[in-house]
Each structure stands twice: as structure tokens, then as C-alpha cells.
């Protein structure tokens, strides 16, 4: 079983940048592949960017590429979400997310993670 913990949230103005980290503790990290989803006030939650286990593939939703940036360190238990160019519309509750499927699996929706962290508040100002 893996716990996750997200940090890294706040208020910054559009155009701004902000790194969110994701503190994974438990066994066996580097077998998941892991991922970051976001979920607005009155919406669904979607995906946002994914990562596989060995950092080999990324996956980013179309409104973020070019913007966001997703990494992890196996060794330190950690993956982050560089965000930069930052726009109101960005104004989520942001989650990390874990699992043992193919990150491939979790940007085409046709499964999601097994674990789930708590959530970081990221807001953008016009």
C-alpha cells in the first residue's frame, strides 16, 4: 500500500508558476506508475499529467502541455508537477494519484489509481 501527501498549493497570479510535490511513503515506489489529478468547483475530477514507473513516459492532458511538467525520483519517493504559464482555469484542488496499472491506462480513463493523496489547493488570480 502506498500513502500519498501533496504539497506545494497556493495563490499565485496568472502567468505565475508553481511546483506542487507528491511525498509517497510505503514499499516497492518504483513499481507504480503515478499521476496527478485535478478537480475544479463544480466539475468532475480529470486527469491532468501521468508518469510510468520508470519515468521512460509521460502523459499530459492537451489544456497543460507545453505548461506542466511531470517528474519523479524514485529514490526519494517523490514525483512534482512543475506548473508554469499558469491561467485562472487552473484553479483546482490538485491530487496525486498512484497505481500499478500502465500510466497509459490512467490518461485514457480506462482505469483509475489504486491510491490517492488528500489533496493541495492550487488557485489562480486573474
Known amino acids: 500500500q502506498v500513502q500519498l501527501v501533496e504539497s506545494g498549493g497556493r495563490l499565485v497570479q496568472a502567468g505565475g508558476s508553481l511546483r506542487l510535490s507528491c511525498a509517497a511513503s510505503?514499499?516497492?515506489?518504483?513499481?507504480?506508475?503515478m499521476a496527478w489529478f485535478r478537480q475544479a468547483p463544480g466539475k468532475e475530477r480529470e486527469f491532468v499529467a501521468a508518469?510510468?514507473?520508470?519515468?521512460?513516459?509521460?502523459y499530459y492532458t492537451d489544456s497543460v502541455k507545453g505548461r506542466f511538467t511531470i517528474s519523479r525520483d524514485n529514490a526519494r519517493n517523490t514525483v512534482a508537477l512543475q506548473m508554469n504559464s499558469l491561467r485562472p482555469e487552473d484553479t483546482a484542488v490538485y491530487y496525486c494519484?498512484?497505481?500499478?496499472?500502465?500510466?497509459?491506462?490512467?490518461?485514457?480513463?480506462?482505469?483509475?489509481?489504486?491510491?490517492w493523496g488528500q489533496g493541495t489547493q492550487v488557485t489562480v488570480s486573474s
Open positions: 508518469v510510468s514507473w520508470a519515468a521512460f513516459t509521460t
Open positions: 494519484a498512484a497505481g500499478r496499472n500502465s500510466a497509459n491506462y490512467y490518461y485514457t480513463g480506462v482505469r483509475a489509481p489504486d491510491y
Open positions: 510505503g514499499r516497492s515506489f518504483e513499481t507504480y506508475s
